[in-house]
C-alpha cells in the first residue's frame, strides 16, 4: 500500500492579492531601465540562427545585452514601451512563440551535458522536444503558473536538484536511446517527494503532462492558488501512489516506487570535453549577462559547432563539438571557458539601475569585489550578491556567502560565520576572501531555500 502524500506541503493554503505576473516574451515587465522581455527556451534549445536573432531584438528593441535565467531562460532588457508587436513578430518568425497561449508556462530544463559526455541512449532531449510539443497542443496547462518548472534528468540528477515541480529522470542506461522516444524506463516525481512513478521511457513525457493536470485538480479542489507543487496545502498534497493510478487509467503502465534513490549531485555548472581537434565548450558570461558583441562571438563559433546551443540553468551556454579555435575566440571576447575561473561561483541579481526595490548597483560592486584574473580557490563556496532582502537569482542545493545591500552598507553572512554589517563596496573584496577561502565545516551542507 503506498505511503500517505509527502509531508513536503504546506498546512496552510497561499493567499495571494494578484494573479501571477512573471514575464514573458508577450507579458512584459515594466522595470527602471525600460521594459523585460523573458523567451523561454524548453531544454535550454536554441538554434544559431535563432541566437542571432534574439541579439538582433535585443540590440533593436532593448539595451544590447543578452541575461541568461536560473531556468536557462533568456530576458532582454531596457526594451522601449511600444515595442510588443514587433518584438513578437520576430520571435514568432524565429520559431521561439509555437504556441503564444502557452509560452509562459514552457518552463522545461534538462541536463545540459545529456549526450554529449556519455553514451547516445542517455541523451533526453527527444524527451524535452515531444514533452513541449503535448504541452504546446493542451489547453488546460495554461491555467500553470509561469513558475511550474519541468525537469528532464539523464540520471546524473544535476537538473533534478533544482526542486522542480515535475521531475522526469531516466533509470540507469535507458534514456530515450538513440534519439528516439525507444525502451527504457524512467522515473516520474511531483514535487521534491522521496517517492515515485516508474513508466516506460516512451511514455515519460505524456506522464510528465498528466502530472502537471493532477496538480490542477488538486488546486481547484483545495480552492488555493499555488502556482508550485510545494504551495499545496498538506490536506491536498499530491500522492505518487494517486498519481499511479491515474496514469493507469489513462492506459499509461505505472508503477508505484516508494524506495528510490535520488541522485544527489550539486547542481553546479557542467564542465566542457576536450581537449581535442573539436571539443564540448561550457561557456559562462560574468553575473550570466552577454554584451551584444560577447552574444555576436558567441553566436559565430555556435554556428560551426554541431546541433543546438543548450542554455543552462546554472547561467552559461554548452557548445556541442567546436573547432579547435573556438575557446580562444570566446575568452579574447570576456567570456569564462576555463573550468577554474572565479566567475563559477559569482551570482548577483539585476540591482540598479534595473530595478526600483535594489539600494545598490550590485553587479558593478561584484565587478569591483571580485579578480577576473584570479582562479577560484578549492573549495570556496559561492557568493551572490542581491540588492535588498528578497535575494533574487540566489543560489540553490548548497551553501553560500549571502551580501545584501542593505542602507548602511552591504551585509555579509556565511555559514558558520558571524555577520557582518556595513560594509562599503571597497571593504567587500577582503571580507570576501575571508568568507570563501577558508569555508567552515557547515558550509558542505546542502542548504534548501
Known amino acids: ?141 495554461t491555467a500553470l503558473s509561469g513558475r511550474f518548472l519541468f525537469a528532464f534528468d539523464d540520471g546524473r540528477g544535476d537538473v533534478a536538484a533544482l ?63 499555488a502556482w508550485r507543487v510545494a504551495e499545496l496545502p498538506a490536506g491536498h498534497a499530491l500522492s505518487a501512489g494517486e498519481f499511479a493510478g491515474r496514469l493507469s487509467r489513462a492506459g499509461i503502465g505505472a508503477r508505484y516506487r516508494g524506495d528510490v534513490k535520488w541522485p544527489c549531485a550539486e547542481p553546479v555548472r557542467p564542465r566542457g570535453v576536450g581537449p581535442g581537434p573539436r571539443s564540448h565548450l561550457c ?33 552559461g551556454v554548452v557548445l556541442a563539438d567546436v573547432p579547435v579555435d573556438g575557446a580562444g575566440l570566446l575568452e579574447a571576447a570576456g567570456l569564462v571557458v576555463a573550468a577554474d575561473s572565479v566567475w563559477e561561483s559569482v551570482t548577483a541579481c539585476t540591482g540598479r539601475p534595473g530595478c526600483a526595490k535594489s539600494l545598490a548597483d550590485v553587479r558593478a560592486d561584484a565587478q569591483l569585489a571580485v579578480r577576473a584574473d584570479r582562479p577560484a580557490a578549492p573549495g570556496a563556496m559561492p557568493v551572490h550578491f542581491s540588492g535588498c532582502e528578497r535575494r533574487c537569482g540566489h543560489p540553490r542545493g548548497t551553501a553560500w556567502a549571502d551580501l545584501v545591500a542593505a542602507p548602511d552598507g552591504y551585509r555579509l553572512t556565511a555559514p558558520g560565520r558571524p555577520a557582518r554589517t556595513g560594509l562599503a563596496p571597497s571593504d567587500l573584496a577582503a571580507a570576501l576572501a575571508e568568507a570563501r577561502t577558508t569555508p567552515h565545516p557547515s558550509s558542505q551542507t546542502a542548504v534548501k531555500k
Open 1 to 141: 500500500m503506498p505511503p500517505a502524500p509527502s509531508p513536503a506541503s504546506r498546512d496552510e493554503p497561499v493567499i495571494r492579492d494578484g494573479g501571477d505576473a512573471c514575464p514573458g516574451a508577450l507579458r512584459l515587465h515594466a522595470a527602471d531601465d525600460g521594459y523585460l522581455a523573458r523567451v523561454r527556451l524548453p531544454g535550454g534549445l536554441l538554434t544559431a540562427r535563432q541566437a542571432d536573432l534574439l541579439g538582433q531584438a535585443a540590440g533593436r528593441f532593448g539595451d544590447g545585452n543578452l541575461d541568461v535565467t536560473s531556468r536557462g531562460n533568456v530576458q532582454l532588457r531596457g526594451l522601449a514601451d511600444a515595442c510588443g508587436a514587433e518584438l513578437a513578430a520576430l520571435l514568432d518568425g524565429a520559431g521561439l512563440l509555437p504556441a503564444p497561449g502557452h509560452e509562459r508556462v514552457r518552463n522545461i530544463v534538462a541536463t545540459p551535458m545529456s549526450g554529449l559526455d556519455g553514451p547516445p541512449e542517455r541523451d533526453v532531449l527527444p524527451w524535452v522536444r515531444e514533452f513541449d510539443r503535448m504541452l504546446c497542443a493542451d489547453a488546460r496547462v
Open 163 to 225: 526542486d522542480p515541480d515535475v521531475t522526469v529522470l531516466a533509470l540507469g542506461g535507458s534514456a530515450p536511446g538513440g534519439g528516439l522516444l525507444g525502451s527504457g524506463r524512467a522515473l516520474v516525481r511531483l514535487g521534491g517527494g522521496a517517492d515515485a512513478v516508474e513508466v516506460d521511457a516512451g511514455d515519460a513525457p505524456r506522464a510528465a503532462l498528466l502530472a502537471a493536470h493532477a496538480f490542477l485538480d488538486a488546486v481547484d479542489v483545495a480552492g488555493t492558488r
Open 283 to 315: 561557456v559562462l558570461p560574468p553575473l550570466g549577462r552577454f554584451t551584444a558583441g560577447q552574444w555576436r562571438e558567441l553566436v559565430r563559433v555556435a554556428g560551426q559547432s554541431r546541433g543546438p546551443l543548450r542554455i543552462t540553468p546554472w547561467r
